[in-house]
């Protein structure tokens, strides 16, 4: 494993300066509850949007849940129904170290049997305990003004899939990275057939005078620190006071020559100046809030598959091209070899191609594929996700 650049931060005034000493997180002044208790009050310090847009901004919505593999230690929602499972460490004995990644684990699969009327009864004790109210899930996100009234089915829904898909974000948090748990979550991520994303943060405490402190949350991504923030720790309450950002290479992508969602997004905008990037990047984030996952295919191309039930099988709906200046194609009876293949009707890929026909353009692509104007599906947004939602309804 490379090693990380330590950094100290320094309080500068006028003529003078004060080196700030790091406070381990395994001194006895810390306890794992501490921890909990933080970072239920500020979730913010949780850099989850480095990770994948979709997990923020974080709703805490539990502490200490149950489940039957243990203790879930804290619990997350985004107002897109996309759930971040947090595991505290600190790291004080080597069979910590070796475990926390199996046992998150295990939360995630537990937690992946939970309805959402389960969910919900979870989220009533919390908020009872923690709060002093027994209020629901749903309650609660419209209090903090991130839905309103008449978006409770489409939320209802999403959370319900993403329950069963264990689309999740798994973090763990403690005052450092050991080596072991390093190359498990380096495996872990690389497995085609697991749905969810695993992060490692690292809080580094650093006293002030009386009871302040600042705290920095850095989020470690194969071996390199996306983003680094700075937090002053006032009376219970966090303070963002700097914030450093520093460039990342994906390796995962760029090494094998495949283009991310982002330059796919930059490559097409850059070929259709008069379409918005507003527009585009709602019209990804809408598929995948139905639960879509989008992964790179070749050069210039994406492929959009969706998690079928039971985990580990994919089926393949559709590829995006930069190509044609944007086109979304399929070779011909493709999809429905698929869906026979998983036990379901080929007549779901005729309907689904039924609707997508006044976007069907041949001169995109040659005989051997199905050819559909992508520009003109981005510019049709919500008449598409409709579509998709009702192709994703069938399973």
Request: with cysteine.
């Amino acid at each position: 494993m490379e090693n990380l650049m330590q950094k100290r931060p320094f309080i500068v005034g006028e003529n003078t300066y004060t080196k700030l000493e790091r406070i381990p997180l395994t001194k006895g002044i810390f306890q794992e509850e501490w921890l909990q208790k933080l970072l239920q009050n500020s979730p913010q310090l949780l850099p989850v949007a480095e990770i994948d847009a979709i997990y923020a901004p974080l709703v805490c919505i539990g502490r200490e849940v149950a489940t039957a593999a243990g203790y879930i230690d804290n619990l997350y929602i985004s107002p897109k129904g996309y759930i971040t499972i947090v595991e505290t460490k600190l790291w004080r004995n080597p069979e910590a170290r070796r475990e926390v990644v199996g046992q998150i684990i295990d939360y995630a699969k537990e937690l992946k049997q939970f309805s959402y009327e389960r969910l919900d009864k979870a989220v009533r004790a919390f908020n009872k305990t923690y709060l002093g109210k027994e209020q629901s899930l749903f309650e609660s996100m419209v209090e903090k003004q991130l839905l309103r009234e008449e978006d409770e089915t489409l939320f209802v829904d999403l959370v319900q899939k993403n329950l069963f898909n264990a689309r999740f974000l798994l973090l763990i948090v403690g005052d450092g990275i050991r080596d072991g748990v390093w190359r498990m979550t380096d495996f872990l991520n690389s497995t085609p057939n697991m749905l969810y994303n695993i992060g490692l943060v690292e809080l580094e405490v650093y006293q002030l005078s009386g009871s302040e402190k600042i705290v920095v949350p850095n989020l470690l991504m194969k071996t390199t620190t996306i983003e680094r923030g700075v937090f002053r720790f006032e009376h219970g309450v966090i303070v963002p006071t700097q914030t450093e950002e520093t460039s990342v290479e994906d390796t995962n992508v760029n090494n094998r020559g495949k283009i991310t969602k982002e330059d796919f997004i930059k490559l097409l905008l850059n070929r259709n100046p008069m379409i918005s990037e507003e527009s585009v990047v709602r019209f990804f984030e809408d598929l995948t809030d139905l639960g879509y996952v989008i992964t790179p295919y070749g050069k210039e191309d994406l492929r959009i598959k969706y998690p079928l039930p039971g985990g580990g099988s994919f089926l393949n709906v559709i590829y995006f091209s930069t190509e044609k200046d944007g086109r979304a194609y399929k070779n011909k009876n493709s999809l429905e070899k698929d869906l026979l293949k998983y036990g379901y009707s080929a007549e779901i890929a005729n309907t689904f191609y039924k609707e997508l026909d006044q976007y069907q353009n041949d001169n995109l692509g040659g005989s051997g594929t199905i050819n559909h104007d992508l520009m003109k599906m981005i510019n049709s947004t919500d008449e598409i996700v409709a579509i998709f939602d009702r192709l994703r309804s069938n399973f």
